[in-house]
Nanobody
Framework: HVQLVESGGGSVQAGGSLNLSCAAS????????MGWFRQAPGKEREGVAA???????MYAESAKGRFTISRDNTEKILYLQMNSLKPDDTAMYYC??????????????????WGHGTQVTVS
């Protein structure tokens, strides 16, 4: 039974930082591509960043230079360090796991498993 549980969201002022975590269980974590997505009210879910099994990272333009994705394969935890936060970053943030590979990293349909999300609010 695959389970992804996000934490670390909260309310911060513009310019602040948050570090999101996603604890994974129930599968061979190290072999999966992992991604962070976000969804703001009234908007589609969008890819923020992803990291493949080899540690290669991909970022949305809006995240480059401000966010850092990383993974701990021993502890099965995915991280998203977010700095210089802006009000536009306000959204529910989800982590996702892709067991098969292939396709665009930012395509939500590529990912099989999803967490329930953690809210980030920037004012």
């Amino acid at each position: 039974h695959v389970q992804l549980v996000e934490s670390g969201g909260g309310s911060v002022q513009a310019g602040g930082s948050l570090n999101l975590s996603c604890a994974a269980s129930g599968y061979t974590y190290s072999g999966y591509c992992m991604g962070w997505f976000r969804q703001a009210p009234g908007k589609e879910r969008e890819g923020v960043a992803a990291i493949d099994s080899a540690g290669g990272t991909m970022y949305a333009e809006s995240a480059k230079g401000r966010f850092t994705i990383s993974r701990d394969n021993t502890e099965k935890i995915l991280y998203l360090q977010m700095n210089s936060l802006k009000p536009d970053d306000t959204a529910m943030y989800y982590c996702a796991a892709d067991p098969r590979g292939g396709g665009y990293w930012y395509a939500a349909g590529r990912y099989t498993y999803w967490g329930h999300g953690t809210q980030v609010t920037v004012s």
